[in-house]
């Protein structure tokens, strides 16, 4: 069983920059592939990005590329999203996800344990 607890959500202004946290409890941390995902108001839940278990491999969703970075500290048990040049489109629930998965994955179905979220909202 792991448990995700996300923060760092809040109100920032276009062009601006937040950085969510994750931390989890879990055994092995380390076992998990993390992900981050989010969902805006009548929309569907999207990938944003994932980190491999090591860390040493990301991938992101287009959308975000070059303005996001996901990060994990295994010995802290923590995920991390740093956000940059923040869009009033980037606004939703980000959720931090853990997968059991050997490679990374970006379809939410992949993923077990889901955090509660933390609402980020840009305003233009």
């Known amino acids: 069983q792991v448990q995700l607890a996300e923060s760092g959500g809040g109100l920032v202004q276009a062009g601006g920059s937040l950085r969510l946290s994750c931390a989890a409890s879990?055994?092995?941390?380390?076992?998990?592939?993390m992900g981050w995902f989010r969902q805006a108001p009548g929309k569907e839940r999207e990938f944003v990005a994932a980190?491999?278990?090591?860390?040493?491999?990301?991938k992101y969703a287009e959308s975000v590329k070059g303005r996001f970075t996901i990060s994990r500290d295994n010995a802290k048990n923590a995920v991390y999203l740093q956000m940059n040049s923040l869009k009033p489109e980037d606004t939703a629930v980000y959720y931090c996800?853990?997968?059991?998965?050997?490679?990374?994955?970006?379809?939410?179905?992949?993923?077990?344990?889901w955090g509660q979220g933390t609402q980020v909202t840009v305003s233009s």
């Open positions: 980190v491999s278990r090591t860390g040493d491999s990301t």
């Open positions: 996800a853990a997968s059991l998965a050997g490679s990374i994955e970006t379809s939410h179905a992949r993923y077990t344990y």
């Open positions: 879990a055994r092995a941390f380390s076992l998990y592939c």
